[in-house]
């Protein structure tokens, strides 16, 4: 069974950055696919990025030119990277892995961007 433990978040002020992170354990094959989603007070989880285990990238238009994810496959663990966080950033962050069918979520860390 695979799972998560993210870390990394905490307040940070308005045009500021902050690196979150998400260790995986357990067993990792090839061909996954791993992520951030947030979910914000009073509205729905969304996705943030994902990237393969080849490399592959994908990201919400909103975050496009400000977020950056990558991996490290021999740490198991894929990195968010906020730079020029705005207001509406605010929200829980989850990690998410999926291979085929199997999906699984970290516990989620908590990002606040202050004015």
């Known amino acids: 069974q695979v799972q998560l433990v993210e870390s990394g978040g905490g307040l940070v002020q308005a045009g500021g950055s902050l690196r979150l992170s998400c260790a995986a354990s357990?067993?990792?094959?090839?061909?996954?696919?791993m992520g951030w989603y947030r979910q914000a007070p009073g509205k729905q989880r969304e996705l943030v990025a994902t990237?393969?285990?080849?490399?592959?990238?994908n990201y919400a238009d909103f975050v496009k030119g400000r977020f950056t994810i990558s991996r490290d496959n021999a740490k198991n663990t894929v990195y968010l990277q906020m730079n020029s966080l705005k207001l509406e950033d605010t929200a829980v962050y989850y990690c998410?892995?999926?291979?085929?069918?199997?999906?699984?979520w970290g516990q989620g860390t908590l990002v606040t961007v202050s004015s």
């Open positions: 357990g067993t990792i094959f090839g061909g996954n696919v």
């Open positions: 990237i393969t285990s080849g490399g592959t990238t």
């Open positions: 998410n892995f999926r291979l085929g069918y199997r999906e699984r």
